[in-house]
Nanobody
Framework: EVQLVESGGGLVQAGGSLRLSCVASGFGFGDYAVGWFRQAPGKDLEGISCINSADGYTVYADSVKGRFTISRDDAKNTVYLQMNNLKPEDTAVYYC????????????????WGQGTQVTVSS
């Protein structure tokens, strides 16, 4: 069974940090690019970061560049999203997703999705 399971969300004050984890199982994780997306209430799904499988190349949305860092540990089938200097506008449900081949910033390119983890940043 293919699974992506996110964890690490929670409530944090503005300026604080969280690290999200996405653990994959049931497919060849090492061959897949992984992306992090988020959806705030009443807003569209937003791609915030993604990482390639082969070369570890990363991409960030302007809204998180310099504050968030994506990384992966293929030995653990896990991708991380380190989020620093969090802002109230970062409040959303965060999803990880995986796609075979190179990374993409378009959500419908992704084959597998996790269930999401809530991040709430208070001001």
């Amino acid at each position: 069974e293919v699974q992506l399971v996110e964890s690490g969300g929670g409530l944090v004050q503005a300026g604080g940090s969280l690290r999200l984890s996405c653990v994959a199982s049931g497919f060849g994780f090492g061959d897949y690019a992984v992306g992090w997306f988020r959806q705030a209430p009443g807003k569209d799904l937003e791609g915030i970061s993604c990482i390639n499988s082969a070369d570890g190349y990363t991409v960030y949305a302007d809204s998180v560049k310099g504050r968030f860092t994506i990384s992966r540990d293929d030995a653990k089938n896990t991708v991380y999203l380190q989020m620093n200097n969090l802002k109230p506008e970062d409040t959303a449900v965060y999803y990880c997703a995986a796609k075979v081949g190179p990374l993409a910033t378009i959500h419908h390119s992704y084959n597998y999705w996790g269930q999401g983890t809530q991040v709430t940043v208070s001001s």
